[in-house]
C-alpha cells in the first residue's frame, strides 16, 4: 500500500489489528532508545530490485525488527529512483504476503497523502532506502526535511535499511555515479566513515572510492560487493551477511598516506544457497552505462574485474 493511497476500510482494520497485535502504544515512538537498538543495515547491492528470484537479504530485513514486533510495518522509499512504479511493484511482490505490513512513500505525490509525513515516517518499524542517485535522493530529502526525520526516527528505534544510494547516505560519504563517471559525494554522516557498493558489479567505483581515502577526502570505511549487508547497533558494525557465496567486503583506512586493506567475511545467509543471479535489466544497464561513460574494459578494475573477491 502506498502512503499516498486512500486504503478501504476493511484494510485500516485489518492493519489496526496488527498494530494492536505489536503491543506497541504510539508515545512509546517519542522516547530515544539506548544505543544497541539503533539498526541500520546498508547493503552493497541485492534485495528486491536486483535480485527478484533470491529473497534472503529482504527476509534478513524483517528480521531485524525489534524483537516485541511480530508484523512489523516496513515502509519503501524509491526517491533515489524518482519513485518508479516498477521499483514499488517489485517491493509490493516481495513484501506482500509476508509477515509485515508494506507501504512505500512517494514525495513526488505527497498532495495526495492522508497523513503528515512526519506521522508516516515515525510509525514504522522499518524503513527501507531505494538504489538509485545518491545526489538526488539527498537533494530531495532536504527539500522536504526528510533527513533530519529519518535520524529522529533512527534514533527512536526504527530500523534503517537500503542498498546502493541507499546505504551509502547514512555515511560520512560515500561514490555516487549521479552525474557520470564515480565522484565522493558527502552523505547524512548519521554513521563514521565512507561506504562504496556494488564492488563486484559495478567496479570503477573502487579506485575512485580507494584515491578519495587516500587523500583524505574521505575517510576509511568499507567497500561492498552485491549481496553483502553490513549490519550496524549504534555505531558500530556488529555482523556482516551475504546472500551468495563468494561476495565479500574491505575494510580501508589510510595510515601515513598509505592504504590498509582488510578483506571481511560474510556469514552467508540461507545455508549456503547457490551463485544467484543479477537481474538481467540491472545487467544491460550497468553495460550501457560503461560504455557511455568508455569505461568498459579499461584498467584493471574495468570489466571482467573481481570487485573485492581476490586478494
Known sequence: MSAAADPDASEDDEHANERDTNGREDDQRLAAVEDDQRVIFAMGGGGFT???SNPLLDDFVLSLAPADITVPRILFLPTASGD??????????????????????????LRDMQRSLEETVLEQDIIYVGGGSMRNLLAIWQAHGLGELLIRAWRQ???LAGLSAGAMCWFEGGITCSSGPPEPFAGLGLLEGSLTVHADGEPERLPVWLAAVR????????AVDDGVGLVFRGKRLQRIVSSRPG??????????????RKRLEPELLGGGAGPVAIDEDVQELRQVQRLRHGMLGTGPFGAGGHGLRGP
Open 215 to 222: 587523500s583524505g577526502t574521505l575517510p576509511g570505511g568499507w
Open 247 to 260: 561476495a565479500g567486503a574491505q575494510r580501508v583506512d589510510a595510515i601515513a598516506g598509505e592504504l590498509v
Open 157 to 159: 528505534g526504527v530500523v
Open 84 to 109: 518508479p512504479n516498477a521499483q514499488i511493484n517489485a517491493f509490493q511482490a516481495r513484501f506482500v504476503g509476508r509477515p509485515c505490513v508494506p507501504e512505500h512513500l512517494s514525495l513526488f505525490h
Open 50 to 52: 536486483m535480485e527478484p
